[in-house]
């Protein structure tokens, strides 16, 4: 006998986890493409050189690829992909030129990276992006937040803050105090401050070894700009007038107004909104506005959807420039959230209905009773064996069915059916097969109303 | 620079193909669901030895096995799954305890073989599987064959035919001939009647090398056998009449007159269902009941949907016996014909309309307009940069817009909009912004009249 184990840091997904899953990936496929994002797909196995060209993985990440080889194959040569970040780029220099420009895609997909196995960890997880490529305008840039509203919104996510920054503003801060050549290891530790906090912060910023080399009065300036700046638009007055005449700031404070006025109009409200200049987001890659987004009450989960504006995106493959703006919704993050929050239905069926097959009752009548269920879009388990109907009944409640359609020798005799609510037990007895689709649609909207019996 | 080029055997999947493909997947679930079954997921990397254990793939199937392999990892023990079963047998012995039977799961999911690329194959591809396990119930194998006939038709297959046969009544002919123990290399002539003609399986039944070894008159048995079984529930009739009295064969006829009695009253028409008694599907998994589909005029294609019943699912990991039936759909081929006969849909986009961005226009108008369509399920992506209205014009034409609304200045002061077909380039001028909703709406509803303007 084989053990039947899955290999370390990889996990199987159970109905109770893919229900709520599919569910979620499907409103947030109708979200992306009512904005005219349109899917695609790279495969999971790309060329090594393309994954582990200059820049396009963190060397964490590189060391973390899983090769690929199979019989005849040259070792080397291939590998798992560990995001969909250098495969949207190696496809865009590869067809752009047949799908022009704007080019809005989205991906959604496995990832794969030989972590340290640990708790929450796994080494495949799904990644879920959307960008638009070949454009610099604002309302791009708008548009990514308003996905991220929409989308968590569809996705039933209850109350969220999307915050932005604009790392020009950063830039140009950090410019004005004469640090332009050390921001990298500034806006690292800066992205730890709400983790670390602020006397952890400081003492990094201020150390010449590892840290950032700041005298102490340089650190606590950078650490003032960051704590001042969080808030809402009124961030962007304060720190105008400080910098406003820095053009690199400007242009970073007109993007952002740019963006809060168009997301204004489209309705989405300023309570999901905030500015945090201090917000970095990794290092070299962004260049323009930048998103994270927290789940109110959740904020221990860290940033759920996250991404930002980039000059260049696919400078490895092509020498035509892409500038681009997208982001990342953290799928199983989320789903971790919610399920910890008990936002997610429970469920294991979409299948409302279970057809009893009873003991001496032809199997003909539950077959066809499903089928006309069916056919008026109610989903309807037929149980296919004829075992006593207390063991059919229990099945349903745990599988979660809502509502049973029981027909023994009794009722097919007289062309009636029972209907029993499978959570209270109680039964509507001797209903004519005739009323079928209507008797199960109307119990089901009883059982959809609050307080509708489970 | 590195070249863009997807590694030897792999393909990117651009939006024209993925959105078609999309949608059928959605009216797959949707079909699978609505019958219970539920979806699972299992890692795209498994344990080497769960996916060679003895019996698990053919010879051929693990020589195309693709290890996998990190940094620290030990070579050999990880590789990339090469089907859907093996891991479904490796989950169900991993989890029944906690799920109980009957369980239906549904599984789609990237397979990876290291086949010599050629013209239409692929290193990397799609499999769609379902399948009821636990039960030896009659009324799953007729709901695997409606599930197959529901999901085509969902996914907008006009015409095909589902073909049964059951391996009990070839495994009892094959018995009164003598022939039990020769069965698996005749029915691997037999398999192959369609694609190479009776000569062909007349001389490989007959050859002693390589072939069955059959004398001249066992060879024509078999092949009269084969060619008379083909037609409707009517050969039944026949061979019950000749072999009737043999247990194994009576028992076979009797569960296919029940799975068409049952497809019958589910109402899938007897045009769509045909018996070949030769049709074997493979060697050794088999044991009862076994589906093929093919599309009517599309033979060419082979059988796109395809299954069977089989004894014992995962004797390789647990001693529970755990019988089952289940089918796939091979999602590729059938895209690939479809696309082939003119049945997908060609947009590049799911969003129906282009909101323009005229050069002069606050962006705000765009933006909100945009909204208000999505607030009412009308897809609408806004144009990000105003460039010559023309070229706007162009992007929606290519993409599959098939509306643009469009405010220039004077639109905006007067607070109207002209609504333009990107067809016939007919513009309805002039309509005030309270009425947006209600005249893209009936717009679009011309638009998908039968001769309604594309």
């Known amino acids: 006998m084989i053990d039947p184990r899955v290999a370390s840091g990889l996990r199987d997904l159970p109905p109770k986890v893919m229900i709520p899953r599919e569910r979620m990936l499907s409103a947030f496929r109708q979200t992306f493409g009512g904005f005219g994002f349109v899917p695609i797909e790279t495969p999971h196995i790309e060329r090594m050189e393309v994954l582990t060209g200059k820049g396009a993985g963190s060397e964490e990440v590189l060391r973390q690829i899983f090769e690929v080889t199979n019989k005849g194959g040259t070792p080397g040569e291939l590998a798992l992909r560990f995001d969909l970040t250098v ?63 929409d989308a968590l919104t569809a996705a039933g996510v209850p109350d969220f803050t999307i915050t932005l920054n604009n790392r020009r503003i950063l830039d140009g801060f950090l410019g004005s105090l004469g640090l332009t050549g050390r921001s990298g290891s500034v806006l690292r530790s800066l992205d730890k401050l709400a983790k670390v906090g602020a006397e952890a912060v400081l003492a ?50 007109r993007n952002l107004r740019t963006v ?8 989405v409200s300023a309570d999901r909104l905030a500015i945090d200049l201090g917000l970095a987001r990794g290092l070299d890659y962004y260049t323009g506005i930048v998103f994270e987004t927290t789940v109110k009450g959740w904020e221990k989960y860290g940033s759920i959807a996250s991404g930002g504006r980039y000059d260049n995106l696919a400078s490895l493959f092509t020498s035509r420039r892409l500038p681009g703006v997208g982001a990342s919704i ?44 069916r056919a008026v879009d109610i989903g309807a388990e037929v149980f296919p064996d004829p075992i006593p109907i207390g063991k059919q009944m229990g099945y349903g409640s745990s599988k979660g069915h809502r509502l049973a359609v029981i027909v023994g020798p009794d009722e097919e005799a007289k062309q009636v059916f029972n209907l029993r609510n499978l959570a209270t037990r109680q039964e509507d007895r001797g209903l004519a097969w005739s009323v079928l689709e209507d008797s199960v649609e109307s119990a089901l909207q009883v059982l959809a109303q609050p307080g509708g019996g489970s």
């Open 87 to 149: 495969p949207l780029a190696r496809f865009v220099a590869k067809h752009i030129d047949e799908l022009g420009v704007p080019f809005k895609r989205y991906a959604i997909g496995s990832v794969f990276r030989g972590e340290r196995p640990a708790k929450g960890r796994f080494r495949e997880f799904t990644q879920c992006d959307f960008d638009t490529i070949g454009t610099e305008s604002p309302l791009a840039d708008a548009e990514i937040a308003q996905v991220i509203h």
């Open 204 to 253: 990094e910023l201020e150390r010449a070894e590892g840290g950032a080399g700041l005298t102490p009065d340089q650190a606590r300036q950078v650490l003032e700009f960051a704590e001042a700046g969080r808030g809402g638009p009124d961030v962007l007055v304060a720190v105008e007038s400080s910098l406003g005449s820095d053009p690199t700031v400007a242009e970073g404070i």
């Open 260 to 267: 809060f006025d168009l997301l204004n109009e489209a309705g």
């Open 330 to 373: 953290g799928l199983d993050r989320l789903l971790a959230l919610m399920d910890e929050a008990g936002w997610l239905g429970a469920s294991g069926t979409v299948a409302p209905i279970l057809v009893a097959q009873f003991p001496g009752t032809s199997p003909k009548v539950a077959f066809k009773m499903a089928a006309r269920l």
